[in-house]
């Protein structure tokens, strides 16, 4: 019998206060309960596979709790290729399945705290085992390691048919193939931070961009396909693309001056950064 | 039959016949007679991805202008409005790809036609004129490509 359930709590990339609040609330409310055994970890997409944190966590065999600023699919996917075995649960009674469950539970801003800590206590009721309880009254163990911000495609392998279009669209050598054919971020880093472009080409919908803002994009489970589709009107109307793209380009420069500082400033400048920094 | 052209969209090759001409469009017309057969070009295929759905907006028998929209398309990746490449009456609808879209991924260049139309076939390009637009237009059309599906950019603090 184990004394406590492995709960791994990832931090928010530093800089908002109402997340850091969030943070305080959750991990003291966890530390309260003696079935959990608490590990606070920096932001999860931003560790890398080889560092000491990943590491820790591939150590871990029991079932376990990963809490993060992640959608639970981005969340998971993120772990698996860097190596942390078992599948993602979404039930107690998950714990009976093959492989060890790990329950991933998703954090946002507007996050209702009761609701994660709700999940948690089902979870831990719903153990094959009951937890003994931690006797000791420590802090939570915290990993320590230097992150920087990263930016790179995040595979659902339950989806991913092996089609290889990734690899055939991206032009930054992001992916490759291992021996036997099958798709691998070879150069996650290589990777254009804020394009997500591939996602959108993947027939499956089996890339993923944590960090993006489109829920379809960043992992939501439930978000739909179809929004992911490009539209390619402009091309097929019969005006020269050339003449179409600039005159896009122009729109958004011109939009971009008429409006002092609008709230869609920051997509048509990245809408003009596409267009000047991508190198074709 | 001649060679078809060829022009490589990055890794993949979109197949030409010279046996049609083109529109900028990206549609081929042939001569059939007094009408003209109109299908999507293997550029056009090859961006759009695996066909799902076909729609007309127009019934047979109306007058188009060029340019006019005249339907809808839905692919694996990407979807689109379709516009007529000319002027003209259209005659007739090919049901069979209307029932079965996916045709259009095998058979594109022959019973994969989408419609036909009595008119005159101005501003078509021949098959050297057209791969030399899409050579020329081909990066412009990358970059719209990624600068919209690079549309979104992050701002969630997630
Ligand atoms: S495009 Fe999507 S389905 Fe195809 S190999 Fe890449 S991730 Fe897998
Ligand atoms: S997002 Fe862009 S740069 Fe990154 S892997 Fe996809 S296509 Fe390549």
């Known amino acids: 019998m184990c004394d406590a359930m492995p709960v791994i709590f990832s931090e928010p990339r530093p800089g908002d206060a109402d997340q850091q609040e969030l943070v305080l609330l959750l991990t003291n409310a966890l530390m309260s309960r003696k079935a959990v055994d608490l590990t606070i970890v920096p932001h999860l997409y931003d560790l890398e596979p080889t560092g000491p944190t990943m590491e820790f966590l591939r150590e871990i065999e029991e079932p376990m709790i990963v809490i993060s600023w992640l959608y639970p699919r981005a969340a998971f996917w993120t772990l698996k290729t860097a190596g942390i075995a078992g599948q993602l649960a979404e039930e107690p009674a998950d714990q009976e399945e093959r492989e060890r469950p790990v329950w991933c539970l998703g954090l946002h801003s507007e996050v209702d705290p009761k609701s994660i800590l709700d999940e948690v206590d089902r979870i831990l009721a719903g153990a094959a085992a009951p937890f003994s309880g931690r006797s000791d009254n420590r802090e939570p163990t915290r990993r320590v390691e230097d992150t920087r911000e990263r930016w790179y495609p995040v595979i659902d392998r339950d989806r991913c048919s092996g089609c290889l279009e990734c690899l055939n669209f991206c032009l930054f050598g992001v992916y490759g193939t291992d021996s036997s054919d099958d798709i691998l971020i070879e150069q996650p880093d290589a990777c254009r931070p804020g394009c997500p472009a591939c996602s959108r080409i993947c027939p499956e919908g089996a890339i993923m961009f944590p960090q993006h803002g489109d829920p379809a994009i960043s992992g939501d489970a439930k978000a739909s396909l179809e929004g992911l589709k490009l539209d390619l009107s402009q091309l097929f109307s019969g005006a020269d693309p050339s003449a179409q793209a600039l005159a896009e380009r122009d729109r958004a420069v011109e939009t971009m001056q008429s409006q002092p500082k609008p709230a869609g400033g920051d997509r048509l400048d990245s809408l003009v950064d596409e267009l000047d920094e991508m190198d074709l | ?158």
Request: aromatic fraction near 8%; proline fraction near 8%.
């Open chain 2, 1 to 158: 039959m001649p060679k078809p052209l060829v022009f490589m969209m990055g890794q993949s090759p979109a197949i030409l016949p010279v046996d049609r001409r083109y529109a900028r469009n990206h549609m081929w017309v042939i001569e059939m007679g007094e009408t003209l057969r109109v299908g999507f070009s293997a550029y056009a295929v090859r961006l759009l991805g695996d066909m799902r759905h076909l729609e007309w907006s127009v019934e047979v028998g109306t007058e188009v202008l060029a340019g006019q929209q005249i339907g809808f398309v839905e692919a694996s990746k990407a979807t689109s409005d379709l516009y007529s490449p000319m002027p003209g009456r259209i005659t007739s609808f090919n049901d069979s790809v209307l029932s079965d879209p996916g045709l259009i991924n095998s058979n594109l260049y022959d019973s994969a036609w989408l419609m036909e139309l009595q008119g005159v076939c101005d501003g078509l390009l021949d098959p050297e004129p057209y791969v030399r637009h899409l050579e020329a237009s081909w990066p412009l059309a990358q970059r719209l490509l990624k600068g919209q599906a690079g549309r979104n950019p992050n701002q969630d603090p997630r």
